[in-house]
C-alpha cells in the first residue's frame, strides 16, 4: 500500500510541475535551506579548522532538512493516509523544476530565433551567471545547451531518481547537498577549505544521475531531429536532422563535463 501512494505521489508531484511549474510568487523550501545556510556561515567559520566547519554545516543543514521533510510527512499520516499523499506530492512537486527548466529556456532562444539579440541576452543574463552582453547568436544558443545539461541532472533527473529511492526525504537530502554546493562550493579563497565537504558529497550525490542525464541526452539525440528540438522547446521551427544532432551531440559533451567529479580542494590547492 505505501509503494503506492509513494507511486501515486512521485506521478503526481511530476505532472504538477509539468502543469503549473515554480512560481516566483510563492514560498520556496529552496530559499529557506539558503537563508540556513548564510545563518549558519558565520558562526562555523569560528572553527579553528575550516574543513571542520564545512563538515559540521554540510551534516547540521542536510540533518535539519531530512528532519523536517520527515517530520511533515508523519504529521500528515498521523492525519490521514491520503494527507500523506498529499504532502508527498507537493514536497515531490516543489523539488523539481522541468517546467520552469524548459520555459526559461525557451524564453531565450525564441528571441534569437527571431534576431533579437538584445532581448535574448537579456533574458540569459536571468539564468547564467555570466557576462552576456556580447555574446552572438551561436554563443547564446551554446549558453542556453550548457545550462539544460546541467539542469537537467540538478534539476530533475536527481530529484527524481532520490524521491523514487527514498520517496520525499530523498528528493529533499538531495536538494539540500546540492543548495550547499551552489552556495558554498566554490574553489576560491573563501570557500576553498570550508566548501569542500559540501562539493565532494554533490559529486557524489550527482554521480549516478548525471550519468543517467548522458543516457538520456544519447537516446535523445538517436530520435528523430522534430523529437530532439521538442525537447528543446523549438519543434516548431523545424531545424534541420544535422543541426538538431549536433545540438543533442553538445548537450552529451556538456553532461559528461558536468558528471566528472571536480578536482577536490586539496587538489586544487595544490
Given at each position: 500500500?505505501?509503494?503506492?501512494?509513494?507511486?501515486?505521489?512521485?506521478?503526481?508531484?511530476?505532472?504538477?510541475?509539468?502543469?503549473v511549474?515554480d512560481?516566483?510568487?510563492?514560498?520556496?523550501?529552496?530559499?529557506?535551506?539558503?537563508?540556513?545556510?548564510?545563518?549558519?556561515?558565520?558562526?562555523?567559520?569560528?572553527?579553528?579548522?575550516?574543513?571542520?566547519?564545512?563538515?559540521?554545516?554540510?551534516?547540521?543543514?542536510?540533518?535539519?532538512?531530512?528532519?523536517?521533510?520527515?517530520?511533515?510527512?508523519?504529521?500528515?499520516?498521523?492525519?490521514?493516509?491520503?494527507?500523506?499523499?498529499?504532502?508527498?506530492?507537493?514536497?515531490?512537486?516543489?523539488?523539481?523544476?522541468?517546467?520552469?527548466?524548459?520555459r526559461?529556456?525557451q524564453?531565450?532562444l525564441?528571441?534569437?530565433?527571431?534576431?533579437?539579440?538584445?532581448?535574448?541576452?537579456?533574458?540569459?543574463?536571468?539564468?547564467?551567471?555570466?557576462?552576456?552582453?556580447?555574446?552572438?547568436?551561436?554563443?547564446?544558443?551554446?549558453?542556453?545547451?550548457?545550462?539544460?545539461a546541467?539542469n537537467?541532472?540538478?534539476?530533475?533527473?536527481?530529484?527524481?531518481?532520490?524521491?523514487?529511492?527514498?520517496?520525499?526525504?530523498?528528493?529533499?537530502?538531495?536538494?539540500?547537498?546540492?543548495?550547499?554546493?551552489?552556495?558554498?562550493?566554490?574553489?576560491?579563497?573563501?570557500y576553498?577549505?570550508?566548501?569542500?565537504?559540501?562539493a565532494?558529497?554533490?559529486?557524489?550525490?550527482?554521480?549516478v544521475?548525471?550519468?543517467?542525464?548522458?543516457?538520456?541526452?544519447?537516446?535523445?539525440?538517436?530520435?528523430?531531429?522534430?523529437?530532439?528540438?521538442?525537447?528543446?522547446?523549438?519543434?516548431?521551427?523545424?531545424?534541420?536532422?544535422?543541426?538538431a544532432?549536433?545540438r543533442?551531440?553538445?548537450?552529451?559533451?556538456?553532461?559528461?563535463?558536468?558528471?566528472?567529479?571536480?578536482?577536490?580542494?586539496s587538489?586544487?590547492?595544490?
Open positions: 500500500m505505501r509503494m503506492l501512494e509513494d507511486g501515486t505521489a512521485l506521478a503526481l508531484g511530476f505532472l504538477f510541475d509539468q502543469i511549474g512560481s516566483p510568487n510563492l514560498p520556496h523550501p529552496v530559499r529557506w535551506i539558503g537563508r540556513l545556510i548564510q545563518f549558519l556561515e558565520s558562526p562555523l567559520r569560528r572553527f579553528r579548522s575550516e574543513r571542520l566547519g564545512g563538515i559540521v554545516l554540510l551534516l547540521v543543514v542536510t540533518g535539519s532538512v531530512v528532519c523536517f521533510t520527515w517530520g511533515i510527512l508523519e504529521l500528515a499520516g498521523y492525519w490521514h493516509g491520503w494527507a500523506r499523499v498529499a504532502a508527498d506530492t507537493v514536497l515531490i512537486y516543489y523539488g523539481l523544476a522541468t517546467r520552469s527548466l524548459a526559461e529556456t524564453a531565450v525564441v528571441p534569437c530565433e527571431k534576431g533579437d539579440l538584445t532581448e535574448a541576452r537579456k533574458r540569459l543574463s536571468g539564468i547564467v551567471g555570466r557576462d552576456t552582453h556580447d555574446l552572438s547568436a551561436e554563443d547564446i544558443n551554446r549558453a542556453c545547451v550548457e545550462t539544460v546541467e537537467t541532472t540538478d534539476a530533475v533527473v536527481a530529484p527524481l531518481f532520490y524521491a523514487a529511492l527514498a520517496g520525499p526525504v530523498g528528493l529533499w537530502a538531495y536538494k539540500a547537498i546540492n543548495t550547499l554546493d551552489s552556495m558554498v562550493g566554490y574553489r576560491n579563497a573563501r576553498l577549505r570550508f566548501g569542500s565537504a559540501s565532494r558529497m554533490d559529486d557524489l550525490a550527482n554521480y544521475p548525471a550519468r543517467l542525464t548522458y543516457l538520456l541526452h544519447w537516446l535523445a539525440g538517436r530520435t528523430k531531429a522534430s523529437k530532439s528540438e521538442c525537447w528543446l522547446g523549438r519543434s516548431r521551427h523545424g531545424r534541420c536532422p544535422g543541426r544532432a549536433r543533442a551531440k553538445q548537450l552529451r559533451r556538456s553532461v559528461l563535463t558536468e558528471a566528472a567529479p571536480r578536482r577536490t580542494a587538489a586544487a590547492h595544490h
